[in-house]
């Protein structure tokens, strides 16, 4: 039976829920896109996840915009930090009701390892040796097919390019969902399907051609995993 994930990303949202940065309204911009992405996929996907640049001014007030607008949906959540964050706050206020990175998170017949590329003070991201050290460990003896979920897409990390050299020492993932860059993006490493997320913020200039034609526009990615480890993705849009 398949099992589905709705991914948004870089919401940045501020303290005020009618707060502006940037000539957008993020709060807002987050609850119509969400509301958007559910429609058009039709149906609550088993998990819901975003993937970094959760908070502009790294409040608590803006985690809690995030809490009380998510946890009423009843869906399952994954949230990952990214650099415009504060890991600790964002752990405080939803590491009870949300799985915050690093995790593994068992979905359906698959599994997903959301990693934390926070690297305090930096715009770069790094997932340290430590930090894959305990991905080796929790993942020891796993057989399941596996996706990853991380902010920073690996040229945005430091020693970025050996990142899924050495992850894949130890596993074998099938996709790589990254946030950060304001987006749609796809590539290959290997056997692994690299896939960047827009934003429900702000979009920035693109380095790809957008499949729908509308690259300017908020969005999202909708993922769906089958049992015998095949799977596929669809690429949401809205108006701003």
Request: glycine share 8%; proline share 8%; net charge neutral.
């Amino acid at each position: 039976m398949a099992v589905s994930i709705l991914q948004l990303s870089d919401p940045h949202l501020l303290a005020n829920p009618l707060g502006w940065y940037r000539g957008v309204q993020p709060f807002v911009a987050l609850k119509n896109g969400l509301e958007s992405a559910l429609v058009q996929i039709g149906r609550p996907p088993n998990l819901l996840l975003l993937t970094g640049d959760l908070c502009q001014d790294e409040s608590w007030a803006g985690y809690a915009l995030l809490r009380n607008l998510l946890v009423p949906l009843g869906i399952p959540i994954a949230l990952l930090a990214g650099n415009h964050d504060h890991p600790q706050l964002l752990r405080a206020c939803l590491g009870r009701v949300a799985h915050v990175a690093p995790a593994l998170i068992p979905i359906g017949a698959w599994q997903l390892l959301l990693l934390d590329s926070h690297w305090p003070g930096e715009v770069d991201g790094w997932i340290s040796k430590a930090q894959l050290h305990w991905a080796k460990k929790v993942l020891d003896n796993q057989y399941a097919d596996l996706l990853v979920a991380v902010h920073h897409p690996p040229e945005a990390q430091r020693e970025g390019s050996l990142f899924l050299d050495r992850l894949a020492t130890f596993a074998k993932p099938k996709i790589v969902l990254m946030g950060h860059i304001h987006q749609h993006w796809r590539d290959t490493h290997a056997k692994t399907t690299l896939l960047g997320c827009p934003s429900s913020f702000l979009q920035f200039k693109p380095t790809q051609i957008c499949p729908l034609g509308l690259p300017h526009q908020c969005g999202a990615r909708f993922v769906e995993l089958e049992a015998d480890g095949t799977w596929q993705e669809t690429l949401l849009r809205w108006p701003n």
